[in-house]
């Protein structure tokens, strides 16, 4: 064995390297056991708050397991918290605070001390200040409490809202959120199939940023054309190997023939001459490759030879010269603009009919994904908020599961939109993930241009979020106008007396009794109370005839009263006509969007073609009475025996006639279509047999309605293909779907001549250009749900002395006698459950008459579903202004530049280039939550030496530096596939420091821990030094301690041991004067060692005072390696006391590192086992000098005692002698044994020596 060392190894003063091992594949299984236990939990909270709205968490705790996440998070913060309840200082506080030792401890992130014993708890922390010692052990076990989720505790049970913070859940709060976080707990998370999205080697990936070079890719089509003489590749094994099919390939059953066709024979053959003849692994008889790599190269061949830009720079959104969400494309569905696509295919790139859905699949899948989820409903219109959310869904899935999406149902990502996000991992990545959607939304609608968003992709999606947040905004403005009461007569008067008889009690309570003036039509009625509001509103209060019957007068109680009483009559107008005016622009709006939500074609026949408006009503025919002369005889006689025509009055009909809806006929290109317009639900709908039925009938050219004064023959009863009821009564649409009755004609509009480019506006663009204002003023005009006499009668009231003045005390017909909808579906509106909130209103129920208010309140109810169902639907639109913020501050937009990120997700590819920090923490998180991925698996179940994580370039003088995941074949490194296969040519310069992603508990240690142990090591390393120096003083030890001194040190004579002596006494007196501020503490640096010595800075230190140098830094610890070796060696502070002791021997003594003791990979609590191998063999003169010219050139024996690792092992060794001679004298056995059974020749397998034995 040799250990070389480079130049720049004798000017570093580094300790003792940490060694990689990888991380065992152990946290996943117990994570899963917590979570199973927190999921039990967690139902049956939800299950006792099912009641309300809330959920509680407090007091619920789950068992830690040990080899958890959280539990091997908790170690190091536990190991503390046990040493310091161990110290004296603070059992001397138990004792002053009179705390039982035994009490169960915890601190909470809140910086609070907990004892608990004997049921009761109790909170000391600012006790604390009687034991200033134990300061830095508080700060530093506080943080850990911050940083694990709020509490460090010794006992094996952590609350179940710890165990959330700590895995970066977000708190349930709601029984809604709770049952989300079940959901997502419970359900199975998608994977990738097995080869992804088909673009592995092509496209790069966030595990696989290597792919093919530009070169390779043109080697590669030009070897395929080579091969078959420019044929299409696809066509060419398709015929070969699928042949013989008269029909084409359908979308359906694109993968299985896909997956038929790589997997043959004759594909086999194929993908191994393109591996031959490329020089990629799997070329040399030695290099064997599986099926499954195989046809993964072939999946890449069929890719390059589709289209010549496959791998290349391609302008947003096209995939082979094809725009897939070109403006034209607008609210059209996917399987549309694919069909589309596959024609394009077949026009331009040599691909068949029976083939295009083979070449489509193939390229969507890389490219598109959201095109090939199964079961697509053709209402998911492209353009659509809708299609946004969907299409941020899909990225999600894809970044999480490249290729996941497509094995998956429209109805499991409905699923998915409907749930909110349940960890902080999930709200970054939506934010994020809904960018370009929301980006491709405003190229779609005319909202931005491509150049635009070329110049400035940041730029253009602000305007994206401000417009898409606007149509939202719209919904929710028109819910809150149609919400707001009109003012009636009563509120007005109310409002009056509020001002001019303040802090009265009894404004509307019946107490006022008419004393005096009673009038000759109210003398003979019965005397009542009226309360001061009624009498306000018919003017009755001034007059002062009103008092209360006992008690001090109203009259005096308020003297300011009379004179200030102002009519209701003039404000209640004022008010009422400005309300009037706002609550018809909202209804004209409702009804706007419900216009401008129809399909394209259905909204181009409304605004194009000869619009023809019709009514719905039941009939209302009766027998017409004859109205005989009075001087006539037997007149009554007459009236029974003589027959009678039914006739229907206007007057009747227009009573019975539906106030809540109209059907809209336009003749357009030809062809009459028909549209209900449900004008109280804002709904609007084709019905083809109802336009059948008019055309039929011939109701086109029928009459107006005439005048209400005229009677007619009954207008024919039809059966209709809709529910009558939707009109008359309200009742929510699709329930019913035939009756019987009338359709009358209202009026026409004529064909509004429109640009050619109309039909290519979307719903956003629709609405905002008005073009629906003269159908929607039709409409409210001639059939509005309410007039403006009919609001103003309803809200101007009648109070009882008005009503008994006009003889009306029995009925009180001021109230309108329509029938209006009771909604007992309001509930679903109003419902926080999200099931019933999409499925909206499932049922209505008939109910007697009721106020023209309250029909004006269910509009606000329906309007304020539309904002809700607008809100779920456009979640987008509030997580793409977060995106925003983060590309903002976390990422570095390159304008103009059009590049995937540099983790190789699909997100952002058009425009942000730079710091994916966050990105990169989301997918890790999410990734851990639904399991390790395939590498990290491979990487923990195989020799590390065989997989590795690394960097390399792809030339020594590009910049571009790749992260890549590497295997050893035959001593040469390749890239690794997804399955754990090498592919492709060699990667030269490949650097396998990298660690693996660091264990989850590095990231909750705070620098405050790495410093009260580099705190607590100082003192053990001046013993340990001090221990040493008493060993070579002792003349009864000279025997012994030369031992030790020959085998590392190569010399064991006096004056070796003087200098020896004198060195220690050097470095005893450094570390006394040595400080924490002294060290720099460094989790950014890439890094092998534990520390390093910074001589220069080292000398000032040495040089100046001190006192004042306290706080001058010149030993920098790398923390992430030093907590990891510390937590490894089970927090034993004897490897921090020698890590140390190392470090200050490259002080005065100014020793050099040429070789270390190594890591046995035995990790005991208790104890440290080295294997000094490589120490005894540099003592022997067998280390070579790692000089290429000379390789057997080795160092000589002297060389020992100026290396610095051989000083610090002989230093604890020699203070091992004094506290533990046994097991001095056991490592010394093991030392001459190892070199006897060498022939004092070189070691080459371990020399295990036990040292910090506690």
């Not at 094994?237 to 013989?244: A, D, K, P």
């Not at 060498?1238 to 070691?1243: E, L, P, S, V």
Request: proline share 5%; glycine share 6%.
């Amino acid at each position: 064995m040799t250990i070389k060392n480079t130049d720049i190894t004798f000017q570093r003063q580094l300790s003792r390297p940490s060694t990689y091992i990888p991380p065992q594949n152990h946290n996943s299984q117990k994570d899963n056991i917590e979570r199973q236990e927190f999921l039990s939990k967690l139902k049956r909270r939800a299950q006792v708050y099912s009641h309300s709205k809330e959920v509680s968490l407090e007091g619920a705790s789950i068992s830690l397991e040990s080899g958890s996440s959280l539990e091997e998070a908790l170690q190091p913060a536990s190991a503390m918290l046990r040493k310091m309840v161990e110290k004296a200082s603070f059992k001397k506080l138990l004792m002053k605070l009179q705390l039982s030792e035994d009490s169960l401890f915890e601190i909470t992130a809140d910086g609070k001390v907990k004892a608990h014993y004997a049921g009761r708890t109790l909170s000391f922390e600012s006790a604390f200040k009687l034991a200033p010692d134990l300061d830095d052990d508080l700060v530093a076990l506080v943080e850990m409490a911050q940083l694990t989720g709020g509490v460090v505790t010794l006992d094996d049970q952590v609350s179940m809202t710890q165990w959330l913070r700590f895995h970066r859940y977000l708190l349930p709060r709601t029984v809604i959120d709770a049952q989300n976080l079940i959901a997502f707990l419970e359900q199975p998370q998608p994977v990738s199939p097995p080869f992804g999205n088909y673009w592995e080697m092509i496209k790069a990936g966030e595990n696989n940023p290597l792919t093919m070079s530009s070169a390779e890719r043109s080697r590669l089509r030009a070897l395929i054309k080579e091969y078959i003489k420019g044929r299409p590749l696809l066509e060419y094994l398709s015929g070969t190997i699928l042949g013989g099919r008269s029909t084409h390939f359908k979308r359906s059953d694109a993968e299985y023939f896909l997956q038929k066709l790589v997997s043959s024979s004759i594909a086999l053959i194929w993908a191994k001459g393109i591996v031959r003849d490329l020089d990629w692994y799997g070329a040399q008889d030695n290099q064997p490759l599986s099926d499954e790599s195989l046809q993964q190269i072939l999946f890449t061949a069929l890719l390059l030879d589709l289209h010549p830009m496959v791998g290349e720079q391609q302008p947003r959104n096209q995939v082979a010269g094809f725009d897939l969400y070109a403006a034209q494309h607008i609210e059209k569905s996917f399987a549309s603009v694919q069909t589309e696509f596959e024609r394009h295919l077949i026009n331009n790139h040599r691909i068949s009919e029976q083939n295009a859905a083979l070449a489509s699949h193939l390229l969507l899948a890389g490219t598109a994904p959201e095109f090939l989820v199964k079961d697509l409903p053709p209402t998911l219109l492209i353009g659509t908020p809708q299609w946004v959310d969907y299409c941020r869904i899909i990225e999600v899935q894809e970044i999480i599961s490249p290729g996941s999406s497509r094995s998956m149902t429209h109805a499991q990502i409905q699923h998915l939109m409907k749930s909110d996000s349940v960890t902080e991992s999930q709200q970054t990545l939506n934010a994020l993930a809904a960018v370009d959607p929301v980006i491709d939304w405003a190229l779609l609608n005319g909202i931005a241009t491509h150049n635009e968003v070329n110049r400035s992709t940041k730029d253009s999606l602000e305007v994206a979020v401000a417009a898409y947040a606007r149509h939202a905004k719209t919904f929710a403005e028109t819910a809150e106008t149609l919400s707001r009461p009109l003012p009636t007569r009563k509120s007005v008067a109310l409002d009056i007396l509020k001002q001019v008889a303040k802090g009265c009690t009894y404004l509307e309570d019946d107490v006022l009794h008419q004393k005096s003036n009673r009038s000759l039509e109210d003398a003979y009625a019965k005397p009542f109370l009226i309360s001061p509001v009624e009498l306000h509103m018919s003017n009755d209060l001034q007059t002062g005839d009103w008092d209360l019957k006992h008690g001090e007068s109203i009259y005096k109680a308020f003297p300011k009263m009379l004179p200030n009483l102002i009519s209701p009559d003039g404000e209640f107008y004022r008010q009422f006509n400005r309300n009037y005016v706002s609550q018809a622009q909202a209804m004209s709006t409702h009804l706007k969007l419900a216009l401008s939500s129809l399909p394209l074609p259905d909204r181009a026949r409304l605004l194009r073609g000869q619009v023809t408006i019709f009514s719905v009503r039941p009939s209302v025919a009766t027998p017409r009475p004859i109205n005989y002369p009075p001087m006539i005889p037997f007149s009554s006689l007459l009236d029974v025996i003589t027959p009678k025509d039914p006739m229907e009055s206007q007057k009747d009909k227009e009573r019975a006639t539906g106030r809540y809806g109209v059907v809209m006929c336009t003749y357009f290109e030809g062809r009459l279509s028909c549209y209900e317009l449900f004008t109280l639900h804002g709904v609007c709908r084709e019905n083809i047999e109802l336009a059948e039925l008019i055309e039929r009938e011939n109701l086109l050219h029928t009459s107006p309605r005439g005048s209400e004064k005229n009677y007619s023959h009954p207008a024919p009863v039809h059966q209709l293909p809709t529910d009558i009821e939707c009109y008359t009564h309200g009742v929510t649409p699709g329930l019913v779907n035939t009756s019987r009755g009338v359709i009358e004609k209202i009026g026409e509009l004529s064909a509004t001549r429109l640009p050619s480019n109309t039909e290519s506006k979307g719903y956003y663009q629709s609405f905002y250009s008005n073009e629906f204002d003269p159908l929607v003023n039709f409409v409210l005009k001639h059939r509005p749900i309410a007039t403006y006499e009919e609001l103003v009668k309803e809200c101007w009231g009648q109070t009882r002395l008005e009503a008994l003045r006009a003889e009306r005390e029995e009925g009180l017909n001021t109230f309108l006698n329509i029938v209006v909808p009771f909604k007992s579906c309001i509930e679903d509106i109003s419902s926080d459950d999200q099931d019933r909130q999409f499925q909206g209103v499932v049922a209505c129920t008939l109910e007697a008459a009721m106020t023209l208010l309250l029909v004006v309140g269910v509009i606000a109810k329906v309007a304020s579903l539309a904002a809700r169902s607008m809100t779920l639907a456009t979640k987008a639109s509030a997580m793409a202004k977060t995106g925003l913020g983060l590309v903002s501050s976390l990422l570095n937009p390159l304008d103009g530049v059009t590049d995937l990120l540099k983790g190789g997700a699909k997100l952002l590819r058009k425009g942000f280039n730079g710091s994916i920090a966050a990105l990169e923490n989301a997918i890790s998180d999410l990734r851990r939550l639904r399991g390790q991925t395939q590498f990290e698996q491979l990487a923990r179940t195989v020799d590390s030496d065989i997989i590795r994580l690394g960097t390399w370039r792809p030339v020594d003088s590009s910049k571009d530096l790749f992260r890549v995941w590497g295997i050893r074949q035959n001593d040469e490194w390749y890239a690794l596939n997804r399955f754990g296969q090498p592919w492709g040519a060699k990667l030269k310069g490949f650097d396998f420091k990298l660690k693996l992603p660091t264990p989850h508990w590095h990231k909750v240690m705070p620098k405050s821990y790495a410093r009260t142990v580099i705190k607590e090591g100082l003192p053990l390393a001046s013993k340990k030094v001090d221990d040493a120096i008493n060993v070579l003083n002792d003349p009864t030890l000279i025997q012994e301690s030369n031992a030790v001194l020959d085998l590392l040190l190569a010399n064991d004579s006096s004056a070796a041991r003087s200098t020896y002596r004198d060195y220690l006494i050097a470095v005893k007196e450094d570390l006394s004067n040595i400080k924490p501020g002294n060290f720099i503490l460094d989790s950014s640096k890439e890094s092998d060692a534990i520390a390093e010595l910074h001589w220069g800075l080292y000398n000032d230190w040495k040089t100046g005072n001190k006192a004042q140098n306290a706080n001058h830094e010149f030993i920098r610890v790398y923390s992430n390696n030093f907590n990891d070796a510390y937590h490894r060696d089970h927090f034993n502070p004897g490897f921090t006391a020698d890590t140390f002791v190392h470090e200050i021997f490259h002080g005065a003594p100014k020793t050099k590192d040429f070789t270390y003791a190594e890591h046995s990979g035995i990790f005991q609590r208790g104890s440290q086992q080295l294997d000094v191998s490589p120490l005894l063999n540099l003592a022997n003169g067998k280390i070579s000098m790692g000089l290429p010219s000379f390789p057997n050139t080795n160092y000589n024996r002297g060389m020992a005692f100026k290396n610095a690792d051989s000083f610090a092992l002989t230093t604890s060794l020699l203070s091992q002698l004094k506290t533990n001679k046994q097991a001095y004298q056991q490592n010394i056995a093991t030392m001459k044994a190892a070199l006897k059974n060498a022939n004092h020749g070189y070691i080459s397998g371990q020399t295990l020596v036990k040292i910090n034995i506690l």
